[in-house]
C-alpha cells in the first residue's frame, strides 16, 4: 500500500500542475488585446474623425497607409498628408514647400493623433517591445499591465519614450495606458478611457488626461496615484463625427 501511495503521489502531482492555467507573456496580451479592438480590421480600412476642430483620416491597405489632416487657418484650407513615401503639405490646393524642421515637426504631429487614436493597433510594429509587470487592480477591476519600449530601429523620433498600459484580463480592453515622453521638456500622461464604443468592427474609445501632481512619480505608478486622486486633469481626448469603412 505504501508503495502505491508513493507512486501514486507523483501522479497526481504531475497532472495537477497540468491542470494549472498558464499566463500569458506579454506579447500574447497584447495580441489579445489588439484582437478584441478589432484586429484586422485596423489594418484595411478608412477611419475618419474630427479632433479639436481638425478632420483627421487614416487609410490602411496592409503595409500600404496614408494619414491625413484638414483644417483652415489663416493661409488658407490646408491639407497635411503622411504615407509611406513622407509627408506633404497642401495649402489652397498647393504643395508648398516645408524646411526639414518644419516637416518633420508638422509629421509627428500628424502621426501622434493617428497613433493614439488606432491603440492598441500600432502595438503590433515590430519596434515594439513589451514586458509584462505585475496584475494590477483598478477601480475594482482586475488587470494585465504591459510596459513598452521600443527598438532604436524603426522606433520613430520618440523610441526613448515608456508606454504603460492596462489590457482588462477579462475582456481585454484597453481601458487605461500611461506613457513618459521627452519631447518638449518632457513630462508623464495618463489616460483613462471613456465613451469606448464600437464603430464599423473597431472598438475606439475618447480618453480622460491627466498628469501626477508629483513630477518625479514613475511612470509605472500612475494607476497607483489615480486611484489616490494624486493626478491631475488637464483635458479630454474626443473623437467626433467618427466613422468606419472597410476598404
Known sequence: MKKALKFLFPVIILLLAGCAKTEPDARQIVDAAIAAHGGDGFANATIDFDFRGRHYQSVRNGGEFR??????????????????????????????????????????ALNSVIYFALLPFPLQDAAVQPKKLADETINEQPYHTIEVTFQQSGGGKDFEDVFIYWFHRERNTMDYLA????????????????????????????????????????????????????LTKLSEIVLENLSVSKN
Not at 497635411?80 to 497642401?90: A, E, H, I, P, Q
Not at 480618453?207 to 509605472?220: C, G, I, S, T, Y
Not at 494607476?223 to 494624486?230: C, G, L, V
Open 67 to 108: 494619414y491625413s489632416r484638414a483644417f483652415a487657418d489663416s493661409t488658407g484650407e490646408v491639407l497635411d498628408v503622411l504615407d509611406n513615401s513622407g509627408f506633404t503639405r497642401s495649402v489652397n490646393g498647393e504643395i508648398i514647400a516645408l524646411s526639414a524642421t518644419d516637416s518633420s515637426r508638422f509629421a509627428n
Open 179 to 230: 506613457y513618459k515622453f521627452y519631447t518638449d521638456g518632457g513630462g508623464i500622461r495618463f489616460r483613462e478611457a471613456f465613451n469606448s464604443r464600437v464603430v464599423g468592427g473597431i472598438r475606439i474609445a475618447d480618453f480622460h488626461n491627466f498628469k501626477p501632481q508629483d513630477p518625479d512619480l514613475p511612470v509605472q505608478e500612475t494607476a497607483a496615484a489615480f486611484q489616490k486622486n494624486e
